[in-house]
């Protein structure tokens, strides 16, 4: 499949801690410990989707810097088109990940200006090209919503956190996604009548609610259904960071290629199972032939 990705790309360090909320320590050895790695949602849908197969277009925006070649270096080492990837940001974007071992996680993200700047780049040669645009929630992915529904070209997008379904700053994307994902972690215990108000808000053909161990809940408009998908019990607490970015990567690339959303929905949570035992927001992908062996 042909993909293109708009979204986030930064330098992350992963950081374990030994409980939240954080003692004060004046200094604390992790030897082996911290990890940094580049990141980012775009970036980490980027690599899951080319692990998996695809041929991404990866549309971003990162600093004139140091870390801006790394991560440069890092999508081309990954098999990523870098063409619509500009240094237009005066510092490439960072985070921080602190975990515990129950898995929950604290991220600190450093945007710099990147919300603040306006993509310039035409994209149309890309998209024209593109099965799905998969354009994450982020200001220079807007302008490639319109165009890629005026080329009539399926659009993906993954609005995280959200707690209330007319969102200022999301409601544009939820307007011209296609296949709508979410996080739970807002609306904890009202996720089915959250997603019985997002589908008739929005015209989404598929909506997904990422319920993390409780599994994922399941909108499909053609058959008009609601259904609850149970996740895969992990008998260690894993690192839980990127695993929504793996589950909607590999959502979209299965169901672009099946039309089966009960299947690729399948298919991604065991995806999504592999990769979060990494200690890593961008590894732990599975290969298409290695997640079919496994099933």
């Known amino acids: 499949m042909n993909i293109l990705v708009s979204g986030l790309i930064n330098i992350e360090t992963s950081i374990p801690v030994r409980q939240f909320p954080i003692n004060y320590y004046p200094v604390d050895y992790l030897?082996?410990?911290?990890?940094?790695?580049?990141?980012?949602?775009?970036?980490n849908i980027a690599k899951a989707?080319?692990?998996?197969?695809?041929?991404?277009?990866?549309?971003?925006?990162?600093?004139?810097?140091?870390?801006?070649s790394f991560a440069i270096?890092?999508?081309?080492?990954?098999?990523?088109?870098?063409?619509?990837?500009?240094?237009?940001?005066?510092?490439?974007?960072?985070?921080?990940?602190?975990?515990?071992?129950?898995?929950?996680?604290?991220?600190?993200?450093?945007?710099k200006d990147v919300q603040e700047k306006s993509y310039i780049q035409n994209a149309d040669k890309a998209l024209m090209r593109s099965d799905i645009a998969l354009l994450c929630n982020i200001n220079f992915s807007r302008p490639l919503l319109s165009r890629a529904r005026q080329l009539g070209i399926p659009i993906a997008t993954d609005c995280h956190v959200l707690s209330d379904i007319n969102d200022d700053f999301n409601v544009e994307f939820m307007r011209y996604a296609d296949i709508l994902f979410l996080s739970n972690e807002a609306i904890k215990g009202t996720e089915h009548i959250f997603i019985q108000k997002l589908s008739e808000a929005y015209d989404s053909k598929i909506i997904i609610i990422g319920m993390g161990k409780e599994g994922a809940l399941l909108y499909d408009r053609s058959i008009n259904r609601i259904r609850h998908y149970p996740a895969k019990r992990a008998e260690d607490i894993p690192y839980t960071s990127g695993a929504g970015d793996a589950l909607?990567?590999?959502?979209v690339h299965f169901y672009a290629k099946t039309k089966n959303a009960e299947k690729s929905l399948h298919y991604a949570q065991v995806f999504a199972f592999n990769k979060i035992h990494s200690k890593l927001s961008s590894s732990g992908f599975l290969t298409e032939e290695e997640l079919l062996k496994r099933l």
């Open 49 to 68: 989707l080319s692990v998996l197969g695809d041929t991404i277009d990866m549309v971003s925006l990162i600093g004139n810097d140091f870390y801006g």
């Open 248 to 251: 909607f990567a590999s959502f």
């Open 31 to 43: 030897f082996g410990g911290i990890e940094s790695c580049v990141s980012g949602v775009g970036f």
């Open 73 to 111: 270096k890092e999508l081309k080492g990954c098999g990523i088109n870098t063409r619509l990837v500009k240094k237009q940001l005066s510092r490439t974007c960072h985070s921080v990940v602190m975990y515990d071992p129950h898995g929950d996680r604290l991220i600190y993200c450093d945007l």
